[in-house]
């Protein structure tokens, strides 16, 4: 079963704008992870965050968590048309043999 | 090698064939997954590798799939009597182990049952 979820399913902007993306999941994990995914074929780890950590930044990149809600963002700031792609949350449930589980991924399209 | 690597990178099947699927994972890495993404969807955990420990198979969708990894290195995913609903990219992702959580993956498999 899916544990995350993303939303929106897709989402257009123009080069330049800010892209948020959300991400829910249902049970309580050990971190979630942030993935990109060109042409639906590997997928590149952009960013970790712990669940005692509420925000953390990579150039960019911006993530939050609230685990009281069960939910994630990422924030990709000052777009540009090569972060045209799609993006994966990832989590690590606590108490798993160490599975991750992705959700069914954003997919955003940046416009030049 | 540089990354994890996946063979072969495209596979066409008939109908009730078994198939294997290779993957080698970054040197030195203890953890090793696989996963099923059909096209436009997420990814389906199958199974996963953890040192020397029973692997933990709670995503195989039936018994006509199975993996194993032979010397804590390379993965063989294979699928008996292949079906049409098995077509999707397969990826494999290894990871470091101990503090680190973050996943490398392979640039997949596409398989299509004819």
């Known amino acids: 079963s899916q544990q995350g979820e993303e939303d929106p399913q897709a989402l257009s902007i123009q080069e330049g704008e800010n892209a948020t993306m959300n991400c829910s999941y249902k049970?309580?994990?050990?971190?979630l992870q942030w993935y990109r995914q060109n042409s639906g074929r590997g997928l590149v780890h952009l960013i970790l965050?712990?669940?005692?950590?509420r925000e953390k930044h990579s150039g960019r990149l911006r993530v939050t968590l609230d685990t009281s809600k069960k939910s994630s963002s990422l924030l990709i700031t000052a777009s540009r048309a090569a972060d045209t792609a799609s993006y994966f949350c990832?989590?690590?449930?606590?108490?798993?043999?160490?599975?991750?589980?992705f959700g069914s991924g954003t997919q955003l399209t940046v416009l030049p | 090698g540089a990354g994890v690597s996946q063979s072969p990178s495209n596979k066409v099947t008939e109908k009730g064939k078994d198939v294997e699927l290779r993957c080698d994972p970054i040197?030195?890495?203890?953890?090793l997954y696989w996963y099923r993404q059909s096209l436009g969807q997420g990814l389906e955990f199958l199974i996963y590798?953890?040192?020397?420990?029973?692997?933990?198979k709670s995503g195989l969708p039936s018994d006509r799939f199975s993996a194993e990894r032979t010397g804590g290195s390379v993965s063989t995913l294979t699928i008996q009597r292949t079906q049409q609903e098995d077509s999707a990219v397969y990826l494999c992702?290894?990871?470091?182990?101990?503090?680190?959580?973050?996943?490398?993956f392979g640039s997949g498999t596409q398989l299509s049952v004819l």
């Open positions: 040197s030195g890495h203890t953890a």
């Open positions: 590798f953890q040192g020397n420990s029973a692997p933990d």
């Open positions: 990832a989590t690590d449930a606590a108490g798993s043999a160490r599975q991750l589980t």
């Open positions: 049970t309580s994990i050990n971190n």
């Open positions: 965050i712990r669940s005692n950590e």
């Open positions: 992702a290894s990871r470091p182990g101990g503090a680190d959580e973050k996943l490398f």
